[in-house]
């Protein structure tokens, strides 16, 4: 992770820390936004050959089958279950032990179809209970979800756009009890926020709440500044990092780029390792995501 300076980024606003003892520079800043592989002729030979032969065996006999065992454990455990959109609960007993115990493993299986042999993680997460909001960055794809639920399944605050999802959309909106929210519509965040608080005070046992607070994904070449989402509730908070130590830089899937090259090329022999590190912070408040941000700095230094 890298801590930029204040910067304005480009359509958004949102700022970039750099790490406080690099000396400022009259450089142009780092566009965190954009990607743009270079590969070499080997490089391109190695992506055409494995297109033709691992890609289609790792789809059809990894990919596909781990994804169609875990829409069916979510249609299951939300089986014959009557969901209040109003007022959403906590999955318990056998519906929570399919998704928390079963569905964690299919997602682990579903990662090993892309490559991802070895995950591990460093530290101990706090309890739910403990620190009920899980912050995670840097958000580079879709795939930083599944990284997550190799370990467990947490409820979380998505974009209003992925509830419109064909088929998949009203199944993980039940099973997971996501929060939607609309980012360019203040009344969308305002609920988000009622929702984000009335859960987190209600005293039910809901898991933890996942929360990418950039806003956006990113090509990982800065950190952008954090949202207020996850801190205005005043309670403690899990920090998550997600590392992929690729040699070549295609686990990204930002808003402007080669984001077709980077699915094209996810489909290597084996990844390098993804390193997920859990920082417990349980009993510390952060309102202020700068505050924060410096204190990730002191803990990760």
Avoid at 106 to 116: C, D, I, K, P, T
Avoid at 162 to 186: C, H, L
Wanted: proline residues 7%; charged residues 15%.
């Amino acid at each position: 992770i890298i801590f930029m300076d204040s910067y304005q980024a480009p359509n958004e606003r949102s700022t970039l820390l750099r790490p406080a003892d690099m000396a400022v520079s009259e450089e142009a800043p780092v566009d965190p936004f954009t990607l743009k592989h270079r590969f070499s002729c080997y490089d391109c030979l190695k992506i055409a050959f494995n297109c033709i032969w691992l890609f289609p065996l790792r789809l059809l006999f990894i990919v596909l089958p781990s994804a169609v065992m875990g829409s069916c454990l979510c249609m299951l455990s939300i089986l014959c279950l009557s969901y209040n959109e109003e007022d959403p609960q906590p999955l318990t007993g056998w519906r929570k032990f399919v998704l928390q115990k079963v569905a964690t493993k299919v997602s682990r299986l579903f990662m090993f179809g892309f490559g991802f042999h070895w995950i591990p993680v460093i530290g101990t997460p706090a309890a739910s209970s403990e620190a009920p909001i899980m912050v995670v960055g840097p958000h580079s794809s879709m795939l930083d979800i599944f990284v997550i639920g190799c370990r467990s399944i947490p409820t979380a605050l998505s974009r209003a756009e992925n509830k419109s999802v064909p088929f998949f959309g009203r199944i993980f909106t039940q099973a997971f009890n996501v929060i939607y929210v609309s980012r360019d519509e203040m009344a969308s965040r305002q609920q988000a926020a009622t929702e984000i608080n009335r859960r987190l005070n209600s005293g039910l046992d809901w898991p933890h709440l996942l929360i990418f607070p950039e806003g956006t994904t990113t090509n990982r070449k800065a950190l952008l500044q954090f949202k207020h989402g996850a801190f205005s509730p005043g309670l403690p908070v899990q920090p998550v990092v997600i590392r992929y130590r690729n040699r070549m830089n295609t686990m990204v899937w930002p808003d402007h780029g080669d984001s077709v090259t980077s699915l094209s090329t996810n489909h290597q022999m084996r990844r390098s390792r993804t390193l997920t590190c859990l920082l417990k912070t349980s009993g510390i408040l952060y309102q202020d995501p700068v505050v924060f941000l410096h204190q990730m700095l002191l803990l990760k230094t």
